[in-house]
């Protein structure tokens, strides 16, 4: 089986592309923008920006890989607010270029996986509690709505097309290696130059009220492998932990492990101008077509991204 991974040189990038070559036995092709430095051992890896469809189209030709995992994207709700132009460019036109290179090209249907996220959903208008695939969606920040128009785009290209495309809504994926601006990276780093004597005991936050389900990223690139394998075409699955946790709660969590005494700093410049307040997937669907089940404890993933950061603060 041929996998090719787009917009690998980001964090579900280097787990998916160890998952599909040491696990799965896939040979792999990654992408990345040039100035990325993507940790895929195993992997063949090539420049790719996928504002670029021409280019997009001729790797296509050139690998014809039997899967692709289409993760490149601006993946930040926060960045999102700050250019939501960048963010429609790159996850909707971005995402449509390879939707028609690969269209485009006669004769050829691979499966595509393409990740979206649990921002879709957005506050709901009567109190759902979990979300379902089948949740109306009211997304809420820039960054949720280029993902909502990506479902529906693949949505109807499956069906218009007959594409062997499915959509994804990813909850919250944490774990070692995530840049710092996403919330469990950003407090771990913070906790770990604290115990390591180089940053005042103080810890800045945004908003602690909100709740997200957070799953471990190599739990989260087990499912895309199971989708691949196992999904139905034109369908979307959440992907995400079925379980909720306030924000707050997990910072309780981090300073608890890393052991020192921290002061909690409210930073105005971290809040959002709109926050959904909760956010938690319903994993019926994913369990019953795949067999998916997550494994890793977030009391585990915390201590493997404090270690993490300790690692790198030790180089
Ligand atoms: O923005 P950068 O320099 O970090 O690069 C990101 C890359 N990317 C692109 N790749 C090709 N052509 C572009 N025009 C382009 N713009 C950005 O996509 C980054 O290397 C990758 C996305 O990886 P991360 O930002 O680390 O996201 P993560 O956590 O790996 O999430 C994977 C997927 C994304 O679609 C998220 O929106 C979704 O899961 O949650
Ligand atoms: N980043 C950050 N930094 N978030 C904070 C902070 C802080 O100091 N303090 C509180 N938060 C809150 C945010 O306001 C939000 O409610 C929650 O922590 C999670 O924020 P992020 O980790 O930045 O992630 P996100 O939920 O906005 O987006 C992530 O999850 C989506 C799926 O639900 C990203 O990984 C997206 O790409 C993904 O689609």
Not at 208 to 224: C, E, I, K, M
């Amino acid at each position: 089986m041929k996998a090719m991974i787009i917009g690998g040189g980001g964090f579900v990038g280097s787990h998916l592309a160890h998952h599909l070559v040491q696990n799965l036995g896939y040979v792999t092709t990654v992408t990345k923008l040039p100035h990325e430095s993507a940790s895929t051992i195993g992997c063949e890896v090539y420049p790719l920006d996928i504002l670029d469809r021409d280019a997009v189209q001729a790797l296509l030709i050139r690998i014809r890989p039997d899967v692709i995992f289409h993760l490149a994207a601006q993946s930040s709700v926060a960045q999102s607010w700050k250019a939501p132009q960048q963010t429609v460019a790159v996850n909707i036109c971005g995402s449509l270029n390879v939707l028609d290179a690969i269209r485009g090209i006669e004769g050829y249907t691979p499966r595509v996986i393409l990740i979206g996220s649990g921002e879709e959903y957005g506050t709901p208008t009567q109190e759902t509690g979990m979300l379902t695939e089948t949740t109306p969606i009211h997304p809420k920040n820039p960054y949720a709505i280029t993902k909502a128009a990506q479902n529906q785009f693949g949505t109807l290209y499956a069906d218009a097309y007959g594409m062997d495309l499915i959509m994804v809504r990813a909850f919250n994926h944490v774990g070692p290696g995530q840049s710092p601006q996403f919330v469990v990276s950003d407090f771990c780093k913070q906790a770990s130059e604290i115990a390591a004597g180089i940053r005042s005991p103080e810890i800045h936050v945004g908003n602690l009220s909100a709740a997200r389900d957070f799953t471990d990223v190599r739990d989260v690139v087990r499912a895309y492998g199971l989708l691949a394998q196992k999904g139905r075409a034109g369908e979307t699955y959440n992907v995400g932990s079925g379980r909720a946790v306030v924000i707050r709660d997990l910072l309780d969590r981090i300073i608890r492990q890393s052991g020192v005494r921290i002061r909690v700093i409210p930073d105005p410049e971290r809040l959002r101008p709109v926050e959904v307040p909760r956010i938690c997937a319903d994993i019926t669907k994913l369990k019953s077509d795949t067999g998916w089940m997550p494994e890793i404890t977030l009391e585990q993933t915390i201590a493997d991204t404090l270690a993490f950061w300790h690692s790198q603060i030790d180089r």
